[in-house]
């Protein structure tokens, strides 16, 4: 059974930065698609991030280019998410998800973790 777990979420000044992490466990991630999404209160669950485990490969969501970057640590099964500049407007709960797929954007991958928390003050 696969298992995602992400940490390193928190309160953070607009402007600010922190890095997420994803922690795999129970399969082989090579081959995968790494994603990021996030869900503010009221709206849909939207893109923010993606890469191939196993690659270089990333992909970013407009709101974000520039300012978020995608990274992995092969050693220790855990992909992060690095926030740079951060705005209020990026205050959501943030999900790490895995799968194999084609369409790396859409919100249909099959292993997600449980969220964490970020909120960023004006």
């Known amino acids: 059974q696969v298992q995602l777990v992400e940490s390193g979420g928190g309160l953070v000044q607009a402007g600010g930065s922190l890095r997420l992490s994803c922690a795999a466990s129970?399969?082989?991630?090579?081959?995968?698609?790494m994603g990021w999404f996030r869900q503010a209160p009221g709206k849909e669950r939207e893109f923010v991030a993606a890469?191939?485990?196993?690659?270089?490969?990333?992909y970013y969501a407009d709101s974000v280019k520039g300012r978020f970057t995608v990274s992995r640590d092969n050693a220790k099964n855990t992909v992060y998410l690095e926030m740079n500049s951060l705005k209020p407007e990026d205050t959501a709960v943030y999900y790490c998800?895995?799968?194999?797929?084609?369409?790396?954007?859409?919100?249909?991958?099959?292993?997600w973790g449980q969220g964490t928390q970020v909120t960023v003050s004006s």
């Open positions: 890469g191939i485990w196993s690659g270089s490969t990333t």
């Open positions: 129970g399969r082989t991630f090579s081959r995968y698609f």
């Open positions: 998800a895995a799968d194999k797929l084609s369409d790396y954007a859409r919100p249909f991958y099959r292993y």
